[in-house]
């Protein structure tokens, strides 16, 4: 199911997130704008019938700023979105530009008050003295409407742009990062936040790596972890000291002498890191890897997974074209068996941990018809190439799948290609 698709550069997804429900989808774009897709309610109970998604709310979440000071343009674009468990009625999500996060409130409204004392039907002021009667406000049924509000904003915090949000599991607290710092906030204090990670170094020339990524263990508040651009990830305990400039934890790889080459410090650089379900693991995304980590073993990573091995020897023509600096995401599915990261042409590629099989799947407009079935696709790199292959000389670089999310609880995942948005779920027989 392919949701919806244009050609403007506003209109390209830059994150995708499902609630802790799986009932809400929103997506952010270059655009600033923020699309929540809401499941179906009659079909929730029905076997053999899914519910599709469709348009819930949008809104403008970000403006373009201009930083006067710097003069510097500060991009409208979302680059994460992270949403709050229910408490209510309402929802809450986070989202955030490069500068500044904002809090909105996403609520329904299906009913008006009417009979106001002091206002007409209007709504303008009465004259008090032609009151000579009091009455009782009613609420009238009203078509639903859904109102997004933004009710705190988070500012002024960062020199750097903002890369990764995410909340805490006190559910109280959230952390921002940026290239060089990282930052503790209260939900309820906007005016100041508390610097837990800060890796700038006193000369800026000695300055040789940058937070990639950075998120909050799922049950233990008072851990973290942050990517860097060398390929490493580190633990931190905030219970040890106010600022975690001393990792707990060091996962790094040691690297093969045999293939390094001028590009391996690119393609280490990790642009992902997200924990399992169960807080046991940790999964890391680099250019041509997905590689998943015991908490409990620092030295190397337990399973390694090839994403696109195929565009080792086309490195040279990816760092010309800037394709070697793209971020790509990765997810794990409801129960931690599966992880999901995208690829070029559209491709995004799917890895069991249980049977260790692998699949390459794509994501286009040709396979996006309702209730069909994805077709596994296979990239020939040298030799005779079958029919149902497809060379990697033939590949579109253009056509990317960096964002990815997965259904908390289903195999309903969702796919950003650029600037379309497809939703797959598992074969209903």
């Known amino acids: 199911?392919?949701?919806?698709?244009?050609?403007?550069?506003?209109?390209?997804?830059?994150?995708?997130?499902?609630?802790?429900?799986?009932?809400?989808?929103?997506?952010?774009?270059?655009?600033?704008?923020?699309?929540?897709?809401?499941?179906?309610?009659?079909?929730?109970?029905?076997?053999?019938?899914?519910?599709?998604?469709?348009?819930?709310?949008?809104?403008?979440?970000?403006?373009?700023?201009?930083?006067?000071?710097?003069?510097?343009?500060?991009?409208?674009?979302?680059?994460?979105?992270?949403?709050?468990?229910?408490?209510?009625?309402?929802?809450?999500?986070?989202?955030?530009?490069?500068?500044?996060?904002?809090?909105?409130?996403?609520?329904?409204?299906?009913?008006?008050?009417?009979?106001?004392?002091?206002?007409?039907?209007?709504?303008?002021?009465?004259?008090?003295?032609t009151i000579t009667t009091l009455r009782v406000p009613v609420l009238r049924p009203m078509d639903l409407m859904v109102e997004a509000t933004p009710r705190r904003v988070f500012?002024?915090?960062?020199?750097?742009?903002?890369?990764?949000?995410?909340?805490?599991?006190?559910?109280e607290t959230y952390m921002s990062a940026d290239d060089l710092r990282i930052n503790l906030w209260n939900f309820e204090i906007t005016n100041q936040s508390f610097n837990i990670v800060d890796i700038k170094p006193a000369n800026m020339e000695e300055l040789t790596e940058v937070i990639t990524a950075a998120e909050f263990h799922p049950h233990h508040c008072n851990t973290f972890v942050y990517s860097s651009s060398k390929g490493t990830i580190r633990l931190c305990d905030m219970r040890a000291s106010a600022l975690c400039d001393r990792h707990t934890k060091f996962f790094e790889e040691p690297e093969d002498p045999s293939n390094r080459s001028f590009f391996s410090e690119i393609?280490?650089?990790?642009?992902?890191?997200?924990?399992?379900?169960?807080?046991?693991?940790?999964m890391t995304r680099d250019y041509l890897t997905v590689k998943v980590w015991d908490l409990n073993m620092e030295n190397r990573p337990i399973e390694t997974y090839q994403v696109h091995d195929y565009l080792r020897s086309k490195l040279c023509s990816l760092y010309e074209n800037d394709c070697i600096f793209d971020k790509f995401e990765c997810v794990w599915n409801g129960s931690d068996s599966v992880i999901m990261t995208g690829?070029?042409?559209?491709?995004?590629?799917?890895?069991?941990?249980?049977?260790?099989r692998d699949?390459?799947?794509?994501?286009?407009?040709?396979?996006?018809?309702?209730?069909?079935?994805?077709?596994?696709?296979?990239?020939?790199?040298?030799?005779?190439?079958?029919?149902?292959?497809?060379?990697?000389?033939?590949?579109?670089?253009?056509?990317?799948?960096?964002?990815t999310a997965w259904h908390p609880s289903e195999n309903i995942i969702a796919v950003a290609a650029t600037n379309n948005l497809y939703i797959f779920q598992d074969k209903v027989n």
């Open 155 to 171: 500012a002024n915090a960062h020199t750097y742009h903002i890369n990764s949000i995410s909340v805490n599991s006190d559910y």
């Open 267 to 282: 393609i280490s650089s990790i642009s992902d890191v997200k924990f399992s379900h169960s807080g046991r693991y940790i």
């Open 1 to 129: 199911m392919c949701l919806f698709s244009d050609v403007k550069k506003a209109d390209i997804i830059s994150t995708v997130e499902f609630n802790h429900t799986g009932e809400l989808l929103a997506t952010g774009d270059k655009g600033g704008r923020v699309v929540i897709f809401q499941r179906e309610q009659e079909s929730k109970n029905q076997v053999h019938r899914r519910g599709e998604y469709n348009v819930y709310s949008t809104f403008q979440s970000h403006e373009p700023e201009f930083d006067y000071l710097k003069s510097l343009e500060i991009e409208e674009k979302i680059n994460k979105i992270r949403w709050l468990p229910q408490q209510n009625a309402a929802y809450f999500l986070l989202s955030t530009n490069d500068k500044t996060v904002k809090l909105w409130k996403v609520s329904e409204r299906d009913k008006r008050p009417e009979g106001y004392n002091l206002k007409d039907e209007e709504g303008r002021l009465r004259d008090p003295a």
């Open 359 to 403: 699949v390459t799947l794509e994501a286009s407009r040709e396979n996006s018809k309702p209730r069909a079935i994805l077709k596994p696709r296979k990239v020939c790199v040298g030799g005779k190439r079958r029919k149902d292959e497809i060379s990697v000389d033939s590949l579109d670089f253009s056509k990317k799948i960096l964002h």
């Open 343 to 356: 690829s070029y042409n559209n491709f995004f590629r799917m890895f069991d941990r249980n049977t260790k």
